[in-house]
């Protein structure tokens, strides 16, 4: 193994992936895949297991018409992937995990060090996952931020290491930085803050994602804002925090206060498209989704920050040879451009914004990206119609937006406990 | 069974019985003895089950009242849709059998009751939200006539529409059943009553409802463990505002807590058991079968 491994790194070396990738600009701004060049190389398949909103079917068609070998993708729910992680290792080869989702992988020993040399493009990568800063400044740490996980000290190290080592638990993956969808329509007055999503006005007009480590947060975020409870770190509740909070849910939820509890993304996109809802935590691309259904539907930027997340791309432990060298290219591919260019147009962002931006056209550059207002219409990946020339994306541009986030995503150290309490929450 | 005089008769008993005992030993008493097993497993956070003997979890949902509330719910929705389902099941039956003459039609209109099922499950449940959300048909239709001015709310996203999708979903288990029972009733019978000088509802009474108990018992079993063992239609009708039994084992397996989602599974088919022996113990299904 360590034969081959060496003479195709050679191989990957001599031609710079980089070199290529910047080269060319535009939409098929990917070139130089694949660098390893191993007769069998066509016959590895690469089974990429990740969450619906990532884990894309055109992501794998692209990836294995540009590397010459298979990718496929499977989708799982959040509990699944770590269920699979656990239970059954050798039936995914690249887990697309939230950063959450790391604490219970990594310690487990399902992933494997990602050697960072051999990620070509790691120096462009954005500086949230890769040094905890954001423009310039230290981003966030309320919550798993993705600095705090991504590094190891070794290869079979199953730990999280405290700075910058040679080595990573993923590969940085897509991210963005949540907050509340809204019917400007039905509204019917300015939304500002996270206290509006249990404010009376909207009584019998809400929906909480069904997720407890995500509804808990959207849920403490609103209990702050209204100035009902006060957190230390609601990236970490503590017991009592957890049940003040959940307490005010069920009394909302009594009250007539929700009208659903949504756990996946078609049900967050029904509610809002048919109006049963007005405001309710929302996912960027579920509201993509009901704008091209031609409803009209805000991201709304809230005073309080966002609730940020990211994905990151693990190499399965059982990954060895030449299966691990296609890994390691499909790696290097997935930040190289494409993606990042066709997840934009869903609302996220690419961990490589410049090779993202060079796979957009100018007006989608400016629309996603730059905070410009869009000079022709904006489409959706799958062409519908979801802005018109001369609108400016929500919240503005990617680091105006990035800048403001106030929590991550994360497993508390209570997450046990939130468990109970969430169940409480839906039997009541 | 009478004793075996030699082993060599036996054999080709033994043969006969093997097929059965051979799907029934793989698909359910290993699979639910591992059930059992598990729920006495340990539970490590978010990593799943650790072999131990442990009583934790059945204590743990047996002092839980958040336990006691899912069951409660699922009992209220079984009894309320056992109700409905019975009434519709047993009229409509009645009907196909007794009222209408010709038996061709009578097959006919018996698989237009099955019209419903030509799609899928999720597909029957999710139609119901445009016509009973808040823009949805009824209430559009409501408010154009002016005989409301605000939309009613309680239409979906409540108990009530679980009950709607329920019956809807599960009328047809209690039509079939009823309908072969009735069936088999033989109209002299009918013919006799009412020449004894019963009313018509007496005719009901006392002949075709006694008559069509082992339907009705087939029917309600069918109902019992459907809605007793839904999670699904009560989450995505509720709008995930109500749960069950059932909802309470999803929730457990979300966060790969196997060894409570098992003992949860135990206690649930415990009391399934327990139904179906009481509803067993009324009609002798067996005997009626045969008779």
Known sequence: ?428 | MTPAPSSRSMLPTYLQVAPLTVVLTFFFIIPVGLVVLVSFFRYQMLVGIVPDFTLKNYVDLLTNPTTWTLYRSTLKFTLIVLAITFVLGFWIAYFLVFHVRNLLTAIGLFLVCTVPFWTSNIIRMISWRPVLGKEGLINTALLNSGAIDRPIEWLLYSDFSVIVAYVHLFTLFMIVPIFNSMARIDKSLLEAAVDAGATRWGVIWNVVLPLSKTGIALGALFVVTLVMGDFFVVTVMSGGLSGSATSGIFNDLQFLNYPRAAANAVILLIIVLLIAASIFRLVDVRKELVR
């Open chain 1, 1 to 428: 193994m360590k034969k081959t491994g060496g003479l195709l790194n050679g191989m990957v070396t001599r031609r710079s992936v980089l070199k290529g990738g910047a080269a060319v600009a535009g939409v098929t701004a990917v070139t130089g895949f694949p660098t390893v060049w191993a007769q069998n190389l066509k016959d590895v398949t690469l089974m990429h297991t990740g969450m619906s909103y990532s884990t894309l079917p055109d992501i794998a068609r692209q990836a294995t018409e540009d590397l010459g070998f298979k990718v496929e993708m499977s989708v799982v729910d959040h509990p699944g992937l770590l269920n699979r992680l656990v239970q059954d290792p050798k039936s995914l080869d690249i887990a697309d995990l939230e950063i959450w989702q790391s604490k219970v992988a990594v310690p487990q020993g399902a992933l494997q060090g990602i050697e960072i040399a051999k990620i070509k493009n790691w120096g462009e990568l954005t500086p949230l996952y890769t040094e905890g800063t954001f423009g310039g400044k230290e981003a966030s740490r309320q919550g798993d931020s993705p600095f705090e996980y991504i590094y190891r000290e070794g290869m079979d190290t199953n730990g999280f290491a405290s700075g910058v080592t040679e080595w990573a638990n993923f590969c940085p993956g897509v991210y963005n930085a949540d907050t509340l969808g809204i019917r400007p329509d039905l509204v019917g007055r300015e939304i500002s803050s996270w206290a509006d999503l249990i404010s009376a006005d909207f009584k019998g007009k809400t929906a909480i994602q069904n997720i407890p480590t995500n509804g808990i947060m959207d849920a403490m975020m609103a209990c702050e804002a209204a100035g009902l409870l006060t957190y230390v770190d609601k990236g970490n509740p503590t017991q009592d925090e957890l049940t003040a909070t959940i307490a005010k849910l069920i009394e909302l939820k009594k009250d007539g206060h929700f009208r659903a509890l949504w756990s996946t993304f078609d049900e967050s996109v029904n509610l809002m498209a048919s109006g049963e809802v007005v405001i309710q935590s929302m996912w960027s691309p579920a509201v993509t989704s009901v704008k091209a259904q031609g409803v009209k539907c805000v991201y709304q930027p809230l005073k309080e920050g966002y609730r940020g997340w990211g994905n990151g791309l693990g190499m399965l432990a059982h990954l060895e040879g030449l299966k691990r060298d296609a890994a390691y290219e499909y790696l290097n591919w997935y930040n190289s451009g494409w993606v990042g260019g066709f997840i934009a147009k869903q609302g996220y962002y690419s961990s490589n914004p410049a090779s993202a931006m060079a796979a957009l056209s100018e007006n989608e550059r400016g629309f996603f990206y730059e905070g410009k207002a869009a000079t022709a219409d904006i489409t959706s990946p799958t062409g519908e119609k979801t802005n018109s020339a001369g609108e400016v994306r929500d919240g503005g541009s990617y680091e105006e937006r990035f800048s403001k986030v106030a929590v991550w995503n994360n497993l508390p150290d209570e997450a046990e406990f939130l468990y109970a309490k969430w169940n409480e929450f839906n039997a009541a």
